[in-house]
């Protein structure tokens, strides 16, 4: 047995689990009413699901390990793409 887990991140991580996490929590905010606190802790658990039981469903440690990825990075993601629109906006106001 290996002491760290090999993993490989590829396609899948980028393109798809991470917009994938960003969009259903998104939908989980809209439909269901979640309070703002909550979020990131949905984004979280929502990445861990799907790598644990999807794209590294034969090895526990690095699904765990990439569903932080996942969950986190679309947590950054939209605090990113929060913080410009809420800049954009301002510096259209000011003109």
């Given at each position: 047995m290996e002491l760290f887990p090999v993993i490989h991140t590829n396609f899948w991580d980028a393109i798809i689990a991470v917009p994938a996490v960003l969009l259903i929590t998104q939908?989980?905010?809209?439909?269901?009413?979640?309070?703002?606190?909550?979020?990131?802790?949905?984004?979280?658990?929502?990445?861990?699901?799907?790598?644990?039981?999807?794209?590294?469903?034969?090895n526990l440690i690095a699904g765990i390990f990439m569903g932080f990825f996942y969950g986190y990075a679309a947590i950054g993601n939209f605090a990113a793409l929060k913080t410009t629109i809420n800049s954009f906006k301002s510096k259209k106001l000011k003109e």
């Open positions: 939908l989980i905010k809209v439909f269901m009413h979640v309070q703002p606190k909550y979020v990131p802790a949905i984004a979280l658990a929502i990445g861990l699901t799907i790598s644990i039981f999807i794209s590294h469903r034969h």
